[in-house]
């Protein structure tokens, strides 16, 4: 059973970068995509961006000025970086693993999702 | 404001069903067959329910269906139980950018 795991900083002074790393168990990181998606409080979900194994990336354009993917395929690990924060990203932010078949004729959807993790940017 | 609409709340009984609408565009929903539905309970992380429009994970009651008309996909909760209480939101794939957009969400509350 495929597990995720979110870590890294609870508080994020405005301005800055928020950091989080999703560590992935019961499964190898390779041959498939990974994605981050947030939720502000009592708000939707937000998809961020996605990385595949090899390290190619698609981000939200909302974002995209401002947003880093990267993946650690010896650690079974990818992470995010989000820089210039503003209150407005507070959020809880969840990693995900995308389901695409491989001749890319079905799937695109999250089918495994870590607990996610609040982030509050405040001074 | 979310790129695929939603109902903000339905309501049902135990044991009646639900329908939940999610209408998006050409580029979304109408276009690909790459709807999914996900339920998300109070601070938990969001479970997928349906996928490619009508498919269900292996462990998800066949209670929940998913289907599609032109731009506007559905979810239909049947013999509503009190567990099913929660919240739900669709997404679809896009053909342009952000390659994934969400619903809004939809306050399912069984009375």
């Known amino acids: 059973q495929v597990q995720l795991q979110e870590s890294g900083p609870g508080l994020v002074k405005p301005s800055e970068t928020l950091s989080l790393t999703c560590t992935v168990s019961g499964g190898s990181i390779s041959s498939y995509y990974w994605s981050w998606i947030r939720q502000p409080p009592g708000k939707g979900l937000e998809w961020i961006g996605y990385i595949y194994y090899s390290g190619s990336t698609n981000y939200n354009p909302s974002l995209k000025s401002r947003v880093t993917i990267s993946v650690d395929t010896s650690k079974n690990q990818f992470s995010l970086k989000l820089s210039s924060v503003t209150a407005a990203d507070t959020a809880v932010y969840y990693c995900?693993?995308?389901?695409?078949?491989?001749?890319?004729?079905?799937?695109?959807?999250?089918?495994?999702w870590g607990q996610g993790t609040l982030v509050t940017v405040s001074s | 404001q979310s790129a695929l609409t939603q109902p903000a709340s339905v309501s049902g009984s135990p044991g009646q069903s639900i329908t939940i609408s999610c209408t998006g565009t050409?580029?979304?929903?109408?276009?690909?067959?790459?709807v999914s539905w996900y339920q998300q309970h109070p601070g938990k992380a969001p479970k997928l329910m349906i996928y490619e429009v009508s498919n269900r994970p292996s462990g998800v009651s066949n209670r929940f269906s998913g289907s599609k008309s032109g731009n506007t996909a559905s979810l239909t909760i049947s013999g509503l139980q009190a567990e099913d209480e929660a919240d739900y939101y669709c997404s679809s794939y896009t053909s342009s950018s952000p390659l994934w957009v969400f619903g809004g969400g939809t306050k399912l509350t069984v009375l």
């Open positions: 050409s580029s979304d929903v109408g276009g690909y067959n790459y």
């Open positions: 995900a693993r995308v389901l695409i078949a491989a001749a890319g004729n079905g799937g695109y959807y999250f089918d495994y």
